[in-house]
C-alpha cells in the first residue's frame, strides 16, 4: 500500500516537474521572439521612408501555414471536405479565420497531399506561423493531446489568439491528434 501510494505521489510530482518545464520552455520561446523582433526593428527602422512591417505581407491573397521543425508549408482552403483536404490544408469554417481560436485540419497519411503526415513530432514549445489577409503571426505549440472524433471542445472560439491544428490518429478512426498553439 505505501508503494502504491509513493508511486501515485512520485507521477503527480513528475507531471508538475514536466508543466511548469513546458510553461518555462514557452515563456523562454517568447522573450526570445521579442528580443529577436526588437534587435531586427532598431536595425533597419525605415527603408524608402516607410517603416518596415515583417508581419505584414504585401500579397494580401497568401493563406498559409508554415511549421518550419517538420519543414511544412501548405496553402489553406475554406472547409473541411476531402476535395479541399485532398489539396490544402482545410479551415473548420465556424471558427475565425485571424483572431480567437483558428482551427485547420489536413491528411496525414493515404492521400495525395498529406500535410500533416509529420504532426505528432512537433514538441510543446515549436513555432507555427500563420499567414492571412496579409497579416502573419507566429504562435508557439504549448499543447498537445488525442481527442475523440466527436469532441469538439477545442474549437470553440478563445479571447486569447490560438491556432488549433486537427489530424487522424493512425488506425484509430474514433480518435483526432490536437495541437494547440498561442500567439506570442
Same mark, same amino acid.
Given at each position: 500500500?505505501?508503494?502504491?501510494?509513493?508511486?501515485?505521489?512520485? *507521477?503527480?510530482?513528475?507531471?508538475?516537474?514536466?508543466?511548469?518545464?513546458?510553461?518555462?520552455?514557452?515563456?523562454?520561446?517568447?522573450?526570445?521572439?521579442?528580443?529577436?523582433?526588437?534587435?531586427?526593428?532598431?536595425?533597419?527602422?525605415?527603408?524608402?521612408?516607410?517603416?518596415?512591417?515583417?508581419?505584414?505581407?504585401?500579397?494580401?491573397?497568401?493563406?498559409?501555414?508554415?511549421? !518550419?521543425?517538420?519543414?511544412?508549408?501548405?496553402?489553406?482552403?475554406?472547409?473541411?471536405?476531402?476535395? *479541399?483536404?485532398?489539396?490544402?490544408?482545410?479551415?473548420?469554417?465556424?471558427?475565425?479565420?485571424?483572431?480567437?481560436?483558428?482551427?485547420?485540419?489536413?491528411?496525414?497519411?493515404?492521400?495525395?497531399?498529406?500535410?500533416?503526415?509529420?504532426?505528432?513530432?512537433?514538441?510543446?514549445?515549436?513555432?507555427?506561423?500563420?499567414?492571412?489577409?496579409?497579416?502573419?503571426?507566429?504562435?508557439?505549440?504549448?499543447?498537445?493531446?488525442?481527442?475523440?472524433?466527436?469532441?469538439?471542445?477545442?474549437?470553440?472560439?478563445?479571447?486569447?489568439?490560438?491556432? *488549433?491544428?486537427?489530424?487522424?490518429?493512425?488506425?484509430? !478512426?474514433?480518435?483526432?491528434?490536437?495541437?494547440?498553439?498561442?500567439?506570442?
Amino acid at each position: 500500500m505505501i508503494s502504491f501510494v509513493f508511486s501515485i505521489v512520485i *507521477t503527480i510530482m513528475g507531471g508538475v516537474i514536466i508543466n511548469s518545464y513546458d510553461e518555462v520552455n514557452i515563456n523562454t520561446k517568447i522573450e526570445e521572439y521579442h528580443e529577436n523582433t526588437n534587435e531586427i526593428s532598431s536595425i533597419s527602422e525605415f527603408e524608402d521612408n516607410n517603416i518596415i512591417s515583417q508581419n505584414v505581407i504585401e500579397d494580401k491573397s497568401i493563406w498559409q501555414l508554415e511549421i !518550419p521543425k517538420i519543414n511544412l508549408i501548405a496553402r489553406i482552403s475554406e472547409g473541411t471536405n476531402k476535395k *479541399t483536404l485532398d489539396e490544402y490544408v482545410g479551415h473548420f469554417e465556424e471558427t475565425s479565420k485571424y483572431n480567437g481560436n483558428i482551427v485547420l485540419a489536413a491528411h496525414n497519411r493515404g492521400y495525395k497531399v498529406n500535410y500533416f503526415e509529420k504532426l505528432k513530432e512537433l514538441e510543446i514549445g515549436d513555432e507555427v506561423i500563420y499567414t492571412y489577409n496579409g497579416n502573419r503571426r507566429i504562435y508557439v505549440i504549448n499543447y498537445k493531446t488525442i481527442i475523440k472524433d466527436t469532441d469538439w471542445e477545442n474549437l470553440k472560439n478563445t479571447e486569447e489568439n490560438r491556432i *488549433t491544428l486537427i489530424t487522424c490518429v493512425e488506425n484509430e !478512426p474514433e480518435y483526432r491528434r490536437c495541437v494547440q498553439a498561442i500567439e506570442i
